[in-house]
């Protein structure tokens, strides 16, 4: 009915790339895991990297390490999925923090992944993927479709000599599909030039490596910045990312009850962080909150370096279960 194809791996490794195989190819495509399954698929992750496929991954938290809670919930994969797999590249990474984001946020996860070629990870949790939550039909006009610098033939037939990794300002090369006449190349898992073909010389590896990362910083400048929600002038500023939002709003609603003034900051677009939109939040805030479900306090830790600011205080919960609101209440009218 959806012209979707589901298809059903023997494991994660085949899952991953079966995905990355049908991306390269020209097909929207994702695969979705927990953090063990990502665990396996984090070297064809890394491939993605290199090849520059436009692939999506759903990487649902559960509790660790290794098989944990299987069956309960936390935060503990943020820095994991950051940094996952050998090297450095750019990728994406976004935390919805309900139903409703999780549908609006995987629209735009293609596009991103599509318009900067390259992997974008979804990261939620159990507590999300397992709950119930009634919301408004989806407003299909919200979802826009970007499907990035695809080459037609009439494209190609224009250009002499097509070079699949291009050196651009934006680091977005020009891509043309398997079977589009004028655009063969090779798609190299080794560092490579603009061709495709296998280099291991130090200025072509800085230069591969510069305009990969300017992916990043090209959409820094046109990602959408987080909202602050709650009062204006509050007595804290509660950040926070994921599934934490709804027990947050509803603590909210009962502390301004009781006289206590708050605001909310979710972060959805983790990578690439909101670093100016963030400073401007602590600057202006008169006390600041991390709220999260792990134990080392992940999200303060990335602010931090992306930043350079920390927090006053972490609210942290690491025993599988979800914030409950009168916890965060109790909590934050003793800050």
Request: glycine fraction near 8%; charge should be negative; include cysteine.
């Amino acid at each position: 009915n959806y012209s979707i194809v589901v298809k059903h791996t023997e494991d994660e490794i085949s899952a991953i790339n079966s995905a990355i195989g049908a991306a390269y190819a020209g097909v929207r495509a994702m695969t979705a895991t927990s953090g063990g399954g990502f665990s396996l698929m984090t070297e064809a992750w890394g491939m993605a990297g290199m090849v520059e496929v436009p692939l999506v991954v759903v990487e649902a938290m559960r509790t660790g390490p290794s098989t944990g809670m299987p069956t309960w919930t936390g935060q503990a994969d943020l820095k994991f999925v950051l940094a996952a797999s050998q090297g450095e590249f750019p990728r994406f990474v976004l935390a919805p923090g309900d139903v409703e984001q999780c549908f609006y946020l995987t629209q735009e996860a293609f596009n991103l992944a599509e318009e900067y070629q390259t992997p974008v990870a979804i990261i939620t949790d159990k507590h999300i993927a397992e709950c119930f939550q009634w919301f408004e039909p989806p407003d299909l006009d919200k979802v826009k479709l970007g499907r990035g610098k695809v080459l037609t033939e009439p494209e190609l037939a224009k250009i002499n000599d097509y070079k699949r990794y291009l050196y651009t300002e934006s680091g977005v090369s020009p891509r043309a599909l398997p079977g589009t006449k004028g655009g063969e190349h090779v798609a190299n898992s080794d560092e490579h030039n603009e061709k495709g073909f296998s280099e291991e010389g130090s200025a072509e590896r800085v230069k591969m490596m510069d305009k990969r990362f300017r992916k990043i910083e090209t959409a820094r400048l046109e990602i959408p910045e987080p909202l602050l929600e709650g009062d204006k002038n509050a007595d804290i500023t509660l950040i926070a990312w994921g599934s934490t939002r709804g027990s947050i709003l509803e603590a909210m609603k009962e502390l301004r009850k009781q006289g206590k003034k708050v605001n909310y900051l979710q972060i959805v677009y983790i990578s690439p962080f909101p670093t100016e939109k963030v400073k401007q939040v602590f600057k202006k805030a008169k006390k600041v909150a991390i709220v999260e479900n792990n134990k080392t306090g992940q999200l303060v830790g990335w602010l931090k370096e992306q930043t350079g600011l920390d927090p006053d205080y972490k609210i942290l919960k690491y025993d599988g279960r979800p914030f409950f609101p009168d916890e965060l209440v109790t909590t934050i009218k003793e800050i």
